[in-house]
């Protein structure tokens, strides 16, 4: 059974970069026609796509936050990481890790991980 | 980037029917995608595409879709069916991948 698991800083300054990691278990990050995708959630707020990568490296960026985000993969240590520079408080949030795929028709993200707490503060 | 409107809340006497809904420009090309949210959880897939259920998601979960409205029926509301219930659907509305959101909708069984 295909398992997400995130890690990484719980507490990161102000003008920082934010920097998560993905492990997935039960499952290759190669296999074919999935996207890895980081999915966030502000204190009280709703779901916010970030972005997604492919096994072959290619990756969509949420346009308005283009500029900060870098999704990338790891296929030897079957991990996906996220890194996203110049934080302020509005990057607080929960930071979900989700295996998604793309029909032609619909956008869907089908296993999640747990999610982990990041906090911007100084 | 368009965005996906929900009704805030919504609630249903237990044992009967509701509808949640999602508008946005976005959905008269594309299928919605609904998640179930209960406190302090991850989300979880329970409609997707024109309308499928994930292996073990009850069948009083459905999904429907007509012009720029997209709906989830749960039919026969249970207690735990309460939770926050989100829609996303992929953006048409530029020249890139964009995949938006609904603002969420909290369910509350009565």
């Known amino acids: 059974q295909l398992q997400l698991q995130e890690s990484g800083s719980g507490l990161v300054k102000p003008s920082q970069t934010l920097s998560l990691t993905c492990t997935v278990s039960?499952?290759?990050?190669?296999?074919?026609?999935?996207?890895w995708t980081w999915i966030r959630q502000p204190p009280g707020k709703g779901l916010e796509w970030l972005g997604y990568v492919y096994r072959s490296g290619s990756t969509y960026y949420k346009p308005s936050l283009k500029s900060r985000v870098t999704i990338s993969v790891d296929r030897s240590k079957n991990q996906f990481s996220l890194k996203l520079n110049s934080v302020t408080a509005a990057d607080t949030a929960v930071y979900y890790c989700?295996?998604?795929?793309?029909?032609?028709?619909?956008?869907?993200?089908?296993?999640w991980g747990q999610g982990t707490v990041v906090i911007v503060s100084s | 980037s368009s965005e996906l409107t929900q009704d805030p809340a919504v609630s249903v006497a237990l044992g009967q029917t509701v509808r949640i809904t999602c508008q946005g420009d976005?959905?008269?090309?594309?299928?919605a995608s609904w998640y179930q949210q209960k406190p302090g959880q991850a989300p979880v897939l329970v409609v997707y595409g024109k309308n499928n259920r994930p292996s073990g998601i009850p069948d009083r979960f459905s999904g429907s879709s007509s012009g720029n409205t997209a709906s989830l029926t749960i039919t026969g509301a249970q207690a735990e069916d309460e939770a926050d219930y989100y829609c996303n659907s992929r953006d048409s509305s530029g020249d890139h991948v964009d995949v938006v959101f609904g603002g969420g909708t909290i369910l509350t069984v009565l």
């Open positions: 039960g499952d290759s990050i190669s296999s074919s026609g999935y996207s």
């Open positions: 976005s959905l008269r090309n594309y299928y």
């Open positions: 989700a295996r998604g795929f793309w029909s032609g028709f619909h956008d869907t993200f089908d296993i």
